[in-house]
Nanobody, 129 residues
Framework: QVHLVESGGGVVQAGGSLRLSCAAS????????MGWFRQAPGKEREFAAT????????YYQDSVKGRFTISRDNDKNTVYLQMNGLKPEDTAVYYC??????????????????????WGQGTQVTVSS
């Protein structure tokens, strides 16, 4: 089991930046590929970004590519999502998720929600125009 707690959400004007953090506790953090997902009001939850266990590989949804950066610090058991150039359409609850992948390549990652067995409670990001 791994427990995930997100922080760093808030209200920001369009064009601004926020950095989300997700602190993990429980099992060995480096056994998990990590992902960020988001759910806008009235919409399905969608993939935003993912990073491999070792941090050497990452992948982004097209709409955030070039604006968002996912990173992780395995010594601090934390994954981050740096969000720059925020737009009103980025407004959503952002969820951190963990994909137990110890026996996969260290470069493995997944954009599929079904791969993630552990989820945080979410943090609200609101971008005003």
């Amino acid at each position: 089991q791994v427990h995930l707690v997100e922080s760093g959400g808030g209200v920001v004007q369009a064009g601004g930046s926020l950095r989300l953090s997700c602190a993990a506790s429980g099992r060995t953090f480096s056994d998990y590929a990590m992902g960020w997902f988001r759910q806008a009001p009235g919409k399905e939850r969608e993939f935003a970004a993912t990073i491999s266990r070792t941090g050497d590989m990452s992948y982004y949804q097209d709409s955030v590519k070039g604006r968002f950066t996912i990173s992780r610090d395995n010594d601090k058991n934390t994954v981050y999502l740096q969000m720059n150039g925020l737009k009103p359409e980025d407004t959503a609850v952002y969820y951190c998720a963990a994909d137990y992948s110890r026996y996969f390549s260290g470069s493995y990652y997944s954009a599929s929600e079904d791969a993630y067995g552990y989820w945080g409670q979410g943090t609200q990001v609101t971008v005003s125009s």
